[in-house]
């Protein structure tokens, strides 16, 4: 029995460690950092299986939940094998690289299922997600402001924290808000609403939350990323809404909450970090030529319409069984118009590289994978007899959300960083239902 306390303790802890890790070396989007995430996942699930399959009862009750969903997954990963044993690939060496990512994706989603399967442990898995954004958001808008540069970091007018795109900066942020949001909706307690309450708020033991989150916002801001930004508070004002108009009982407690995020630390602090240079750009991004009087006055300064355009017909000649999993940097170059000078390693849209490189055949089990989590954490957010489960839904649901949103214009799916942390959100979508409440609590909140 100590064996297995120590296997799972190492487990428990060298989870946490790899999640604050994978944004660290450029969001493991190099061919070493993606072997290394998959030895590191490999170990830890070796170390896993040691310690559970020894129980009588080795698999959760989130686990057991959520095995449709892993089903999905593994059924992906095996077409990606497939599209190899059968030579449908069209660049083997990268599905081969897909493949090995996936299958540690999928050890990833049962590891926490199994893992963080109690109300304590959760919490401290959210509470780690937050940390890790704040420390990304500070190294990117400390390098911005400063003008100094250290290591592989080098300085720009963007915050970019420890990855190479702002954009995958923004989509990583978008995951850990809204697990901040959600863990500040979790942890409220159940009491009547007044001056006193919105003190301790502000000044309370969650206000070390509320800074987390404030320097989350000057990150995501200082970013300049449009659709980072546009994902992230339309995804806010959606959930937020459903969140506020199911929960009656606290309905006006939980509007001054949300809104006072909003107001205080939107809208106040983030002016002073550059929210009218991120409203100047959207307001200047242009996809077509402004053509006054048959003459060019400003050319476009967005171009991934014309890869999106490019690469139809590129999915209708492989729409049933893709070109293989991460293939679409070599195959596209072969599709792409003369307009297009610069090289694309990625689409610039997750669905429609998805659905490229992996067909109608492996994207499905991948859309509903996505869809299954997405209805779990709704469940969560409906359940109105828990503040701690809703709460988590919320936070599920609205990054689901938000990195939905940011896809139909980024690649953030293909950064191994922000694909894990996503399946790591989709397992905590479970568990927002599914987890133990554990042996003893504070109080009783359904």
């Not at 487990?11 to 946490?16: D, I, K, P, S, W």
Request: charged share 15%; proline share 2%; hydrophobic share 55%.
């Amino acid at each position: 029995m100590e064996k297995r306390s120590l296997v799972d303790s190492a487990v428990y802890f060298g989870l946490l460690a790899l999640l604050i890790w994978l944004p660290l070396p450029l969001g493991s989007n190099r061919d070493w950092s993606m072997g290394l995430l998959v030895l590191l996942v490999g170990v830890l699930a070796a170390l896993w299986a040691t310690g559970r399959l020894r129980q009588d009862k080795p698999f959760s009750r989130a686990l057991r939940s959520a095995w449709p969903m892993l089903a999905l997954l593994l059924l992906a990963q095996g077409w990606v094998a497939c599209q190899l044993l059968l030579d449908i690939s069209l660049d083997t060496g990268a599905s081969f690289q897909y493949l090995m990512l996936g299958l540690a994706y999928s050890l990833l989603f049962m590891m926490v299922l199994s893992v963080f399967h109690t109300r304590r442990r959760l919490t401290v898995l959210l509470a780690v997600l937050v940390i890790s954004g704040t420390l990304q958001a500070f190294i990117g808008t400390f390098m911005a402001l400063s003008g100094m540069e250290w290591g592989f970091l080098t300085s720009s007018h963007v915050a970019t924290g420890t990855f190479v795109n702002r954009n995958h900066l923004a989509g990583y942020l978008e995951l850990t808000m809204a697990c901040g949001i959600g863990l500040l909706m979790a942890l409220r307690d159940g009491g009547s609403f007044g001056w006193k309450a919105m003190l301790e708020l502000l000044m309370g033991p969650k206000a070390r939350l509320r800074i987390g989150l404030v320097i989350m916002v000057i990150g995501l801001v200082m970013s300049r990323s449009r659709m980072g930004n546009t994902a992230f508070f339309v995804s806010l004002l959606v959930i937020g809404g459903i969140f506020i108009l199911l929960n009656k009982e606290n309905r006006v407690r939980n509007t001054i909450l949300l809104t006072s995020f909003v107001l205080i630390d939107i809208l106040v602090i983030s002016q002073y970090f550059g929210l009218d240079q991120l409203k100047d750009r959207l307001i200047n991004t242009r996809f077509e030529d402004q053509v006054v009087n048959e003459v060019v006055v400003a050319r476009k300064n967005e171009v991934r319409t014309d890869v999106y355009l490019d690469a139809i017909p590129l999915l209708e000649q492989h729409w049933l069984t893709g070109t293989g999993a991460g293939s679409f940097e070599a195959v596209f170059p072969q599709y792409a118009g003369p307009g297009l000078v610069s090289h694309f390693d990625h689409a610039h849209n997750d669905f429609i590289q998805f659905a490229i490189e992996y067909g109608v055949i492996g994207t499905l089990p991948l859309a509903a994978f996505m869809l299954l989590a997405f209805w779990h954490a709704l469940r969560a957010l409906w359940h109105r007899e828990s503040w701690y489960r809703s709460g988590v839904g919320f936070a599920a649901s609205m990054g689901l959300l938000a990195l939905m949103i940011h896809s139909f214009t980024d690649f953030n799916l293909q950064i191994p960083a922000n694909a894990a942390t996503l399946v790591v959100l989709c397992a905590i979508a479970v568990l927002a239902n599914k987890h133990e409440k554990g042996r003893t609590r504070a109080k009783v909140e359904g």
